[in-house]
């Protein structure tokens, strides 16, 4: 696509007033052949009214999207079906969550116990009301409206209960009923992000700060379960945090938007680690905004941490806290989230800028099926050997071992996928049955593997014309 193109879909005078930019000389481009690009086909879906900001998957063959219309929808991966329309806001859907199957006091041919049975969605929305949905048969199983704020995130705990965070904390029965309430009422910035750590706690954002929440048994408490505020607060930002995410059983992390990462850990009680980022930065021109925010952290096996910083993206080794990998103009304006893809063979990002990119290392291939030898074992981890183009059998001579130690890796500009015409605001790895995107433009468009497509037409011939033989 030409840079005029480009310029169009992203329009010139949102950049000029984002102050966000990388520089457009220091973004690579690509041309139309992409041979490194296995996503050739797409399937545009188009059933929302408005803005899609949310896809969460449900299992390997489906998944929902959401947004301001106030809808979600249940699409089939390798198909792009609609299964069902779950229809019950009149506001922006803020949060979802899929509550996993529990085990229950009914009989097993109790009604009640079969519904229970099948995997719940929560979706949450600034109307005020959660809804819970049965996936499997698209049923309204219950509308919660006992809230006193929007809902702006949730998060399953043990023992069938989950909580959800506004202006209030909330803990919730797996069948909707109200455990314990937290009124927060002096508190002058809602919860906006929400995680669960061992030991029956749970962390929460506020602004800049971090809460720790316990959740204490009746045994406890001599009636039923509560929420309780667990030590201190926290603050290690000088701004709003924007990411909270587990890296492992013992460690979690949080971004913000003053471009710093900090790791917490969560084994016994909350306590700061270490910065991996820079340091923290001020806002900048008249508008005082952020052009070096962290938008989105992806942990990858317990250990490495993918970060969206501006426009560009980092890769951390959490233990080390070494960078192994960045690139810092990889897009025109802020990316807004991303993911790994294939084994590790692509990091796929998204932006503002209205594309999806894939990063990853010009010398490797499609990722195999054949586990590693113990000859072989990896310098960093499968994936992110494969991602950084790290071959195993190189691990033979000391000197190419010291060599990749040294290097900092450079990703490539792999592919960009177009299809939106605006920013682009999640994406979801389906797997085999390829990459789905959202955005601003209402869409939600699956991105299919060219090759595969073009083996399960042939396969599908095939099964017809033998049919036809018989």
């Known amino acids: 696509m030409s840079t005029i193109v480009k310029r169009l879909l992203r329009s010139s005078d949102d950049l000029a007033t984002k102050g966000e930019l990388a520089k457009e000389a220091d973004v690579p481009s690509i041309g139309e052949h992409q041979p490194r690009n296995p996503y050739t086909e797409i399937q545009v879906l188009q059933n929302h009214s408005d803005i899609v900001r949310l896809l969460h998957p449900v299992d390997a063959s489906r998944f929902v999207s959401a947004g301001d219309d106030g809808t979600a929808i249940l699409w089939h991966t390798q198909t792009g079906r609609r299964h069902f329309i779950f229809s019950g806001h009149d506001r922006p859907i803020t949060a979802m969550l899929l509550l996993t199957v529990q085990k229950t006091s009914f009989h097993d041919d109790d009604e009640s116990s079969a519904a229970l049975r099948d995997p719940i969605l929560l979706t949450a929305s600034s109307d ?11 049923q309204c199983l219950q509308t919660i409206t006992d809230l006193h704020s929007s809902v702006k995130c949730m998060v399953e ?6 909580c959800s965070g506004g202006h ?12 314990h309430r937290l009124d927060r009422v002096t508190a002058e910035s809602d919860i906006s992000l929400v995680l669960s750590i061992p030991n029956e706690k749970l962390v ?17 408490t001599g009636g039923a379960y509560q929420l309780e505020e667990y030590g201190n607060p926290h603050t290690q930002h000088r701004e ?14 949080t971004g913000s938007l003053d471009g710093t990462i900090v ?7 909350v306590n700061f680690t270490r910065k991996l980022s820079s340091s923290a930065r001020s806002p900048q021109g008249i508008n005082h905004l952020y052009p070096w925010s962290i938008q989105c952290v992806v942990p990858v096996e317990e250990r490495y941490l993918f970060a969206a910083i501006g426009a560009g993206f980092w890769l951390y080794d959490v233990v080390t806290g070494k960078c192994l990998a960045k690139k810092v103009a990889a897009h025109f304006s802020k990316i807004q989230h991303m993911v790994l893809l294939a084994g590790g063979s692509f990091l796929a990002t998204c932006s503002a800028d209205g594309t999806i990119r894939l990063w990853g290392s010009p010398g490797v291939t499609a990722a195999k099926t054949e586990e590693t030898t113990e000859e072989q074992k990896p310098r960093y981890s499968k994936q992110i050997d494969r991602f950084m183009g790290i071959s195993p059998k190189r691990e033979d001579t000391k000197g190419k071992s010291k060599s990749v130690d040294q290097l900092q890796f450079q990703p490539t500009l792999l592919g960009e996928l177009l299809g939106h015409a605006g920013t682009v605001q999640m994406l979801l790895d389906c797997g085999a049955d390829g990459l789905a995107s959202c955005g601003t433009d209402g869409l939600v468009i699956l991105w299919k593997d060219g090759a595969v497509q073009s083996e399960h037409r042939n396969e599908f011939i095939r099964e017809m014309l033998q049919l036809g033989v018989s």
Do not use: Y
């Open 204 to 220: 929460a954002v506020s602004d800049k700060t971090l809460l720790v929440f316990k959740v204490t048994s009746p045994m406890e």
């Open 263 to 269: 790791l917490w850990a969560s084994a016994r009680s």
């Open 240 to 253: 709003a945090i924007q990411s909270l995410v587990n890296v492992s059983d013992s460690v979690f992390a």
């Open 128 to 138: 005020k009301h959660i809804c819970m949905w049965n996936v499997n048969t698209g």
């Open 168 to 179: 209030d904390l909330s803990l919730w029965s797996h069948q909707g009923e109200l455990l």
């Open 157 to 162: 705990l043990r023992h069938g209960m989950w």
